[in-house]
């Protein structure tokens, strides 16, 4: 755990009692805070109260006192609207603030030097987060890695000169952290997402570009357009990283083919062949990690060590096991288009399992990738809106449930007597359907698959 000793003798208000608010009040109170919590969920409040912390309907309480507000993530700081402790902090004066604000102060009081790794992008930030994590551990390094990705900043280690946090940051999370400035500040790529909670995407861009603009180096993938102003507006030291090197300029790092190459033109990594980092999103991925640990000291060798030794993140593109020359690949993670067609692009020959809660625009973006499809099999509540989309561009089966899709789509990879088919779980749909999360879907696809018999 990391103290929260910045917020020493002070009144704290805080919102939100999920996984990382008890991690928040927990360090607040080790640190000596005085802290006043609250949830608009009963069930979390009655936790809440089961771990010894002090639950008090903020509505009721003198906020003259506060000397600031923690707000959850998931809470909405300004779209649709506002929530209701949000202008109550605001007519008392005081900060509105997330865990990792908390954890910026911290390192700033105690160990300002750090090594901190700030990740964000719309996606792809859960790999590099991971992939960066791991090349440090591999080379020996103290490294904590949390936020987004799963661990709460505050319930890991405190920072310290020899220890390096890897932290994953949504937008939710950058909009509460005015103090953010990392060591290295990562940012993948910018397309629509979470504009209920932003209002526009120019808004969501904005506070994007914030991870970067405090940071001692800017690594910026400048494949949108969107990224690419961020790079050009950005004033201190930075690397670019370009994908196939279209349009790349004198400087950037260019990732093609497999391979990704430094500002002068050699090479600084080899990604083609790795099983959990395959397509060109990967190589992105996989540049920025490689950017930051060599920012970090990595040799070129700890570096190339540490990257064939990845074991991938489940869920996202996670190889599961090859019956004969079928593959099948786990991509539940895949909510939406823009993140199935990083799977989509990755294979060919593809026996494609999709749907489930369909988001808007449905899978006609992806109408451009459908020759690399041999099959669709079709699952969820979106099965009539993908069977119009479909019909007549692309074979599809009706299947409903993910276990007969899985049985169908073995079945048919495996008879089509083709080179490398690829069985895809890549739903382009959120899960609530039929599981209550990507991660419950997956975990039964992977069930599913581990059960199929070896052929005779």
């Not at 999920?18 to 109170?29: E, M, P, Q, Y």
């Not at 006609?364 to 990738?369: D, E, G, I, Q």
């Not at 599809?396 to 449930?401: F, G, K, L, M, N």
Request: glycine share 10%.
């Amino acid at each position: 755990m990391t103290p929260a000793t910045t917020f020493a003798g002070q009144k704290v208000a805080l919102f939100g009692l999920g996984g990382s608010g008890l991690a928040t009040v927990r360090s607040l109170l080790a640190g000596g805070a005085d802290v006043l919590a609250w949830d608009d969920n009963a069930g979390s409040r009655d936790r809440a109260r089961d771990q010894g912390i002090t639950v008090t309907d903020l509505r009721e309480a003198d906020w003259s006192g506060f000397s600031a507000l923690v707000l959850a993530p998931g809470v909405p700081l300004t779209h649709p609207e506002p929530h209701w402790t949000v202008p109550l902090a605001r007519a008392a004066g005081i900060p509105i603030i997330g865990d990792i604000e908390i954890y910026c102060r911290e390192r700033a009081a105690l160990a300002p030097e750090a090594p901190f790794v700030a990740i964000t992008g719309t996606n792809g930030k859960s790999t590099t987060t991971a992939l960066t994590a791991h090349l440090l551990r591999h080379a020996g390094r103290d490294v904590q890695m949390g936020g987004n990705i799963g661990t709460a900043i505050l319930s890991l280690q405190p920072p310290a000169p020899n220890r390096v946090h890897v932290i994953e940051l949504s937008s939710f999370q950058i909009d509460l952290t005015p103090s953010l400035a990392p060591s290295i500040g990562i940012l993948l790529n910018l397309t629509p997402d979470h504009l209920d909670r932003h209002g526009t995407m120019e808004n969501y861009a904005a506070i994007k570009e914030r991870l970067i603009a405090g940071a001692e180096l800017a690594v910026i993938g400048v494949d949108d357009t969107y990224c690419a102003a961020i790079a050009e507006r950005r004033t201190g030291e930075r690397v670019r990283i370009h994908v196939e090197g279209h349009g790349a300029a004198a400087g950037d790092v260019v990732c093609s083919a497999g391979t990704v190459r430094g500002p002068d033109g050699a090479v600084i990594a080899q990604v083609s062949g790795i099983a959990s980092l395959l397509g060109d999103h990967n190589l992105q991925n996989a540049a920025a990690a490689v950017a930051a640990a060599r920012r970090l000291g990595l040799t070129a060798d700890e570096i190339a060590a540490g990257l064939q030794s990845f074991p991938g993140l489940a869920h996202r593109m996670e190889p599961l096991r090859r019956i004969g020359p079928v593959r099948f690949v786990n991509d539940s993670k895949a909510t939406n288009a823009d993140s199935t067609e990083k799977a989509l692009l990755a294979f060919r020959d593809i026996h494609w399992i999709v749907g489930g809660k369909a988001k808007e625009g449905g899978i006609a973006p992806l109408a451009p990738l459908f020759d690399r499809v041999a099959h669709a099999y079709l699952i969820g509540a979106s099965s009539d809106a993908f069977a119009e989309t479909l019909e007549g561009r692309l074979p599809y089966t009706r299947c409903e449930t993910l276990e007969a899709a899985t049985a169908a789509a073995a079945e048919a990879a495996g008879a089509s007597g083709t080179e490398a088919p690829v069985v895809l779980l890549s739903p382009a749909c959120a899960s609530y359907d039929q599981f209550p999360n990507f991660e419950v879907r997956g975990d039964r696809f992977r069930a599913l698959v581990a059960a199929l018999p070896e052929p005779s």
